[in-house]
């Protein structure tokens, strides 16, 4: 047991060459590497005894909530196995080694940070979009179809700028690169021109706001709610329940008529009276309409008219507008009106226009006089 603590023993064993370095500096680089793991473990759970709340406790307790789901996001998407290779690199300054090989950590290590600085900054996109939307829908819902593309704009730089470092690191020649892909994407935006121009479209539609998410439209002869403006297409959910899909070229393109953004709704009412019903009787007319829309809650009276001689009816007409513009409301309406114009037409006495035909035939005054035989027939003329 004595040897075991024998001082001359540990030094020579410690001065052991391995590989290149002393037994002591190979131990040296596995403790600087263990510390770092152990320090950036310890820093993990005094962020997670800071920030995570635990259950049943007050929600105004702690940091914000923002603040906790960012830190706990981050902590999650936290790869041990990219911190690994950054902690043998600095354990490895200890030693002595060959130029390659030192290039070679240096290189590991360097591209295990960027991976996991980019895996964070993915976290703080993902929130900050979340964020945005939740915010805009609340306060201008025109703000929130650009929150997509937004996303992923964000993304797109984020890892060309990671991969363009990760390459330069690598002894690839940013420069050179960067020109070949200018000239080379002239020739992909050439082949994607279709899909450039969708993603140009839902750019236009955020800027432009000619529907807004939760807007009814009407394209063409379809109608249907925005669920969606995406970087390719717009999604509807159409009165029938079934999802309508336009690319945003197309939507941009068609006539689009923005229901929701109707100030007030013009109703034309027009029908016909039987054309037995006198000039006094219809001259009545417009007075009754008057009197059953300025009736009506909501409604707004316009005019009331005789509108001219139909084929088989006294043609009426008039015009109402409602304060709300919701479809509901306006059949809802058009059918108390309807039914108190026939109720007000029955009183007066007055029928309403009947969908047949009366056809008049007038018998001749006197039959013509019979030609005698002498008589030459009349010469056929040619036309």
Same mark, same amino acid.
């Given at each position: 047991?004595?040897?075991?603590?024998?001082?001359?023993?540990?030094?020579? &064993?410690?001065?052991?060459?391995?590989?290149?370095?002393?037994? &002591?500096?190979? +131990?040296?680089?596995?403790?600087?590497?263990?510390?770092?793991?152990?320090?950036?473990?310890?820093?993990?759970?005094?962020?997670?005894?800071?920030?995570?709340?635990?259950?049943?406790?007050?929600?105004?307790?702690? /940091?914000?909530? *923002?603040?906790?789901?960012?830190?706990?996001? #981050?902590?999650?998407?936290?790869?041990?196995?990219?911190?690994?290779?950054?902690?043998?690199?600095?354990?490895?300054?200890? +030693?002595?080694?060959?130029?390659?090989?030192?290039?070679?950590?240096?290189?590991?290590?360097?591209? *295990?940070?960027?991976?996991?600085?980019?895996?964070?900054?993915?976290?703080?996109?993902?929130?900050?979009?979340?964020?945005?939307?939740?915010?805009?829908?609340?306060?201008?819902?025109?703000?929130?179809?650009?929150?997509?593309?937004?996303?992923?704009?964000?993304? +797109?730089?984020?890892?060309?700028?990671?991969?363009?470092?990760?390459?330069?690191?690598?002894?690839?020649?940013?420069?050179? !690169?960067?020109?070949?892909?200018?000239?080379?994407?002239?020739?992909?935006?050439?082949?994607?021109?279709?899909?450039?121009?969708?993603?140009?479209?839902?750019?236009?539609?955020? &800027?432009?706001?000619?529907?807004?998410?939760?807007?009814?439209?009407?394209?063409?002869?379809?109608?249907?709610?925005?669920?969606?403006?995406?970087?390719?297409?717009?999604?509807?959910?159409?009165?029938?329940?079934?999802? #309508?899909?336009?690319?945003?070229?197309? !939507?941009?393109?068609?006539?689009?008529?923005?229901?929701?953004?109707?100030?007030?709704?013009?109703?034309?009412?027009?029908?016909?009276?039987?054309?037995?019903?006198?000039?006094?009787?219809?001259?009545?007319?417009?007075? !009754?309409?008057?009197?059953? !829309?300025?009736?009506?809650?909501?409604?707004?009276?316009?005019?009331?008219? #005789?509108?001219?001689?139909?084929?088989?009816?006294?043609?009426?007409?008039?015009?109402?507008?409602?304060?709300?513009?919701?479809?509901?409301?306006?059949?809802?309406?058009?059918?108390?009106?309807?039914? &108190?114009?026939?109720?007000?037409?029955?009183?007066?006495?007055?029928?309403?226009?009947?969908?047949?035909?009366?056809?008049?035939?007038?018998?001749?005054?006197? /039959?013509?006089?019979?030609?005698?035989?002498?008589?030459?027939?009349?010469?056929?003329?040619?036309?």
């Amino acid at each position: 047991m004595g040897g075991l603590f024998d001082a001359n023993r540990w030094q020579r &064993a410690l001065a052991t060459p391995v590989l290149g370095n002393r037994a &002591a500096d190979w +131990l040296e680089a596995l403790a600087i590497t263990v510390l770092v793991l152990l320090v950036a473990l310890l820093l993990e759970r005094l962020l997670a005894r800071r920030f995570e709340r635990p259950p049943g406790a007050a929600a105004a307790a702690g /940091p914000p909530a *923002a603040a906790r789901e960012l830190v706990l996001e #981050l902590m999650r998407r936290t790869r041990w196995a990219l911190l690994l290779l950054p902690a043998v690199f600095l354990g490895a300054l200890a +030693l002595v080694l060959s130029r390659h090989v030192y290039a070679t950590l240096r290189t590991l290590a360097i591209l *295990a940070v960027l991976l996991q600085v980019a895996l964070w900054a993915t976290v703080g996109i993902e929130l900050w979009v979340n964020h945005e939307r939740r915010r805009r829908l609340a306060q201008d819902a025109a703000s929130a179809t650009l929150i997509g593309a937004q996303d992923f704009v964000l993304r +797109l730089v984020l890892w060309v700028f990671i991969a363009l470092v990760a390459l330069d690191n690598l002894g690839v020649n940013v420069t050179a !690169l960067v020109a070949g892909l200018g000239v080379g994407g002239i020739a992909i935006a050439l082949a994607l021109q279709n899909i450039l121009g969708d993603i140009l479209a839902a750019l236009s539609i955020a &800027a432009d706001k000619p529907f807004l998410l939760g807007d009814t439209i009407q394209v063409d002869n379809f109608v249907g709610t925005v669920e969606d403006v995406g970087l390719k297409t717009t999604r509807l959910r159409s009165l029938s329940g079934e999802q #309508l899909i336009f690319a945003n070229s197309d !939507l941009l393109k068609s006539r689009i008529r923005n229901l929701k953004r109707m100030a007030d709704r013009r109703v034309v009412l027009a029908f016909g009276v039987d054309y037995k019903t006198s000039a006094d009787q219809v001259e009545k007319i417009p007075l !009754l309409l008057r009197g059953i !829309l300025e009736a009506q809650p909501g409604v707004r009276f316009g005019r009331a008219h #005789l509108k001219g001689f139909g084929q088989g009816s006294l043609d009426l007409e008039a015009v109402y507008f409602l304060a709300d513009p919701d479809y509901d409301v306006y059949m809802d309406t058009q059918q108390a009106v309807l039914l &108190a114009l026939m109720r007000a037409l029955e009183r007066e006495g007055i029928r309403l226009a009947q969908p047949d035909r009366t056809l008049w035939i007038a018998a001749e005054a006197e /039959p013509p006089a019979p030609r005698s035989r002498e008589e030459p027939a009349a010469p056929a003329v040619r036309t």
